[in-house]
């Protein structure tokens, strides 16, 4: 059975930090390109960070410098530290497998963790 799986959301303070998880099952993790997206208070949906199967890594301009991607292939798990955080980050946040940079359209999608920013 194909399943993401994210945790490590939590509620922080401003400038406080979180490190999101996403554990794959069910597919060639490491040859996929991987993704997280947030959907804000608005049900706005943007894609936050991508990591692809070479390596290569992008990041929203709002995001940049402060969260980081990564993977561990050994553990099908992927990574969002984010750091730095503001009152504007908060969102739920999704993993996603094959997506495209579309949100909710297109391939693998985990159920969700809930990131809270206080002022």
């Known amino acids: 059975e194909l399943q993401l799986v994210e945790s490590g959301g939590g509620s922080v303070q401003a400038g406080g930090s979180l490190r999101l998880s996403c554990t794959v099952s069910?597919?060639?993790?490491?040859?996929?390109?991987m993704a997280w997206y947030r959907q804000g208070p608005g049900n706005e949906c943007e894609l936050v960070s991508t990591i692809s199967s070479d390596g290569s890594t992008y990041y929203t301009d709002s995001v940049k410098g402060r969260f980081t991607i990564s993977q561990d292939n050994a553990k099908r798990t992927v990574y969002l530290q984010m750091n730095s955080l503001k009152p504007e980050d908060t969102a739920v946040y999704y993993c996603?497998?094959?997506?495209?940079?579309?949100?909710?359209?297109?391939?693998?999608w985990g159920q969700g963790t809930q990131v809270t920013v206080s002022s």
């Open positions: 069910g597919f060639t993790f490491r040859d996929s390109d």
């Open positions: 996603a497998a094959g997506s495209g940079g579309y949100c909710f359209t297109f391939g693998y």
